[in-house]
């Protein structure tokens, strides 16, 4: 199997340098279609997937440097001491399976023109079409004294893995009475309840745990994702806990201090015992690179194929996206990604892809037996991908703490569904 | 050059055909983010492959028009017209 893996590997190489100067569709030849996707989260390894199954005879080739990957989802409740970290890691044993072609390395550079992917080694991978599923980079240096030293005293704990476990760890070490203060970034960014969520889960660990301390998080802006439902939530789970400053009451950060772990805002300076920075953010770095990234650091797609509005024959799926209403989830991701596949599948054929809808839906733990949910649903229109009017929405205000529990148990349900779709 | 050309049109209509079959409709494959396409998920949410289409359409119905119990399917119920609800049980009932 490996070895298959690589001689697949090395024929594609190969090819690579045999038409890096005048590339013919492959699929006009008679050849099999190249299908190359950078990147191996929740989009890049659906697609990767979902076009293989769409059309066996397209060869794809999974661009993607970790052999681990690592989720997001549930990884606040990492943060909280309520999971392990192994819970939220799979391999790509099973895409390889399928017959993904895995190219163990980072890709550097994109020839849109010759349709090339420039890899780590210098080595070019030729494609027909090219799916650029990147995910988010931080913007180092947006918020004044957050660089990737800082990350090491102030974690971001926004890409799932050490940073996870670093912030556990200093909640763990934290002597009981500590301020922790999380600082939540302006729009867009990567899980728009996630901030939230995670305020909760932590304020759980500390009811719990160290209940004399307290938590602050200074808000980059007055509006949140599922705000209703959290607040009200926070005021019967955590109150005198948890606060929630947001811009108009000063909470916007505009400094850190790592070496103190200070955040500084316009109305005063917050020495905190742990502080969890989640910073400004921009589609990961092969955007740029590959010219498919627009000025706002984020990539706009058309919203039937999402193929780039700047790059022609490359797609961008997931987080790094301009998705419109959509939001930055690995739910939308992973739809997207079906979406992709068989729009590509078709483009590869002649064909014309037809309108897609996509759905979105999002859990949140504000507890272990509290579960709230936000859900959409999106269809192209005016060039961009738009909630349909009239569906969609959060759970019910006031709803029963039964219903509570039991979004709680689907949340858990649907990332094992999710995980299993695509890495299982 | 006429061979050629009944060449190209007989892959494309094989292509499109091979495609035709496996394409799910529009809105079907987001549904499997929540509902297990592998009956060896340990889930409550049902799965919808190879479930009788009408169940499927009287399911999404009664939630569209919030007569059945739903934590999140009426929220999503109402993004789907009866024409896509018909396309989309249809679809799943095939799959296996």
């Known amino acids: 199997m490996k070895a298959g893996r690589r001689e697949f590997l090395k024929s594609a190489l190969g090819v690579a340098a045999a038409t890096v100067l005048r590339p013919v569709p492959a699929a006009a030849q008679g050849a099999a279609p190249r299908v190359v996707v950078v990147g191996g989260g929740f989009a890049g390894a659906s697609c990767a997937r979902a076009l293989r199954t769409a059309d066996p005879r397209i060869a794809v080739t999974l661009v993607e440097a970790n052999a681990t990957f690592t989720a997001c989802p549930l990884s606040n409740a990492v943060i909280g001491g309520l999971r392990e970290l192994s819970a939220q890691q799979f391999t790509y044993e099973r895409l390889a399976a399928d017959g993904v072609a895995l190219a163990r390395t980072t890709a550097t550079a994109v020839d849109a023109p010759a349709r090339s992917v420039t890899l780590a080694d210098g080595a070019r991978l030729p494609y027909d079409r090219l799916v650029l599923a990147p995910g988010i980079d931080i913007r180092w240096g947006a918020l004044p004294g957050y660089d990737e030293a800082a990350a090491g005293h102030m974690p971001h704990a926004w890409h799932a893995g050490e940073q996870t476990v670093l912030l556990r760890r200093q909640l763990e070490a934290m002597p009981d009475g500590g301020l922790v203060v999380i600082a939540a970034p302006a729009n867009p960014f990567r899980c728009p309840p996630g901030p939230y969520e995670r305020a909760s889960l932590i304020a759980h660990y500390l009811k719990t745990r160290k209940p004399r301390s307290k938590l602050l998080v200074l808000d980059a802006k007055d509006a949140f994702s599922k705000q209703r439902l959290f607040l009200s939530a926070w005021s019967e789970l955590y109150p005198g806990l948890l606060e929630w400053v947001p811009l108009s009451k000063g909470g916007n950060v505009t400094s850190v201090e790592p070496a103190t772990r200070t955040l500084v805002t316009d109305f005063g300076r917050h020495q905190a015992a742990v502080a969890n920075v989640i910073p400004p953010q921009k589609a990961g770095r092969i955007a740029e690179a590959a010219g498919v990234a627009d000025r706002s650091g984020w990539c706009p797609i058309d919203p039937v194929t999402f193929e780039s509005r700047l790059q022609a024959r490359v797609h961008v799926i997931g987080d790094a996206a301009i998705a419109g209403a959509m939001p930055k989830s690995a739910f939308a991701a992973n739809a997207q990604a079906k979406t992709c596949a068989a729009a590509v599948a078709r483009l590869l054929t002649g064909a014309t892809p037809s309108a897609p809808k996509l759905i979105n839906t999002c859990y949140s733990l504000v507890a272990p037996d509290y579960g709230i949910s936000v859900a959409g649903v999106y269809q192209p229109s005016g060039g961009q991908l738009a909630e349909v009017p009239g569906a969609g929405g959060v759970s019910p205000p006031g709803a029963p703490r039964a219903t509570r529990a039991a979004e709680a148990a689907l949340a858990e349900s649907w990332f094992r569904t999710i995980t299993a779709e695509v890495f299982g | ?96």
């Open chain 2, 1 to 96: 050059m006429r061979r050629h050309l009944a060449a190209a049109i007989g892959c494309a209509s094989i292509a499109t055909a091979a495609l035709a079959w496996a394409e799910p409709p529009a809105g079907a494959a987001a549904c499997s983010g929540c509902h297990a396409a592998s009956p060896r998920v340990a889930t409550s949410v049902p799965r919808l492959a190879g479930r009788d289409r009408a169940d499927i359409v009287t399911a999404m119905q009664e939630f569209r028009s919030g007569t059945r119990a739903a934590t999140v399917m009426d929220r999503i119920a109402r993004g789907f017209t009866d024409q896509e609800i018909l396309a989309i049980a249809a679809w799943y009932a095939s799959q296996r």
